[in-house]
């Protein structure tokens, strides 16, 4: 009887999952006819569904950066279409949607130094992938090269060699790691100006225009946070922006 029950159970959990990625399949062809139709609103609310519902991949970020561009919501299209591009870094037309939806709030891109930037060509499951195939390798080679009594100056020059992957790999994820802890956010209320300090009557200090993608500093002072855009550090409430990370 334990058996059957178990044997139950999962083919309901099966049946369950089927049904559930035949629903989330259904609900997307209906948000793409709808979008392809101009019926933007209606495909922003199915796409958002999907992504509300745990999925997460840079074709629906995409898209439903899309049709919030084209419903006129520029604060989220500007929110999808980054995180599109964390997923898929690399993809020229997110990169240029990203732009044109920032060119459109009146907003700077995110400025990153050379390196930081080249850290972020790669995702961060790329680096994790290259990081996991060096380990293996390197294991592997140790263990051939202690099996078959390889000289020791060779043996150490192999495992130098295989060792190099390791440390652009383990930068990249260091820094996928630090955008976690200091996101970036786009500004999600209109009039947002970022102050001298965490009060509501400290000096104002400059303006952030609706939509812009700015970089989360600090997040120790209770409704406040310290922001940077444009090379410039403020204090907004954390209502007034949204992070990017998921």
């Known amino acids: 009887m334990k058996s059957l029950s178990l044997i139950s159970i999962l083919l309901l959990a099966s049946l369950s999952a089927a049904m559930a990625e035949k629903d989330r399949e259904a609900i997307f062809a209906q948000a793409k006819a709808a979008y392809d139709a101009g019926r933007y609103a209606e ?18 970020e995409y898209d439903l950066g899309n049709a919030c561009f084209k419903s006129g919501h520029l604060p989220q299209a500007v929110l999808h279409y980054r995180r599109a591009g964390y997923l898929k870094p690399r993809d020229p037309d997110v990169e240029a949607n990203l732009t044109y939806a920032l060119d459109a709030a009146g907003a700077i891109p995110p400025a990153f130094g050379p390196i930081e930037k080249a850290l972020l060509s790669l995702s961060e499951r790329e680096w994790t992938h290259i990081a996991i195939g060096a380990y293996l390798l390197l294991t592997v080679a140790l263990s051939i090269g202690l099996s078959i009594r390889m000289r020791r100056a060779r043996l150490l020059r192999l495992l130098a060699i295989l060792l190099l992957p390791l440390l652009p790999a383990s930068l990249g994820l260091w820094n996928w790691h630090r955008l976690k802890i200091e996101p970036e956010a786009v500004v999600a209320q ?4 970022a102050r001298c300090g965490p009060l509501p009557d ?17 997040r120790a002072n209770g409704d406040w946070i310290e922001v940077e855009y444009d090379q410039k550090t403020g204090w907004v409430r954390k209502e007034q922006v949204q992070p990017v990370s998921p």
């Open 43 to 60: 495909a922003e609310k199915g796409f958002g569904t999907l992504v509300s519902n745990g999925l997460f991949n840079a074709e629906l």
């Open 190 to 193: 209109t009039g947002v100006t």
């Open 202 to 218: 400290a000096t104002a200090h400059y303006r952030i225009p609706l939509g812009a993608l700015l970089r989360i500093r600090n």
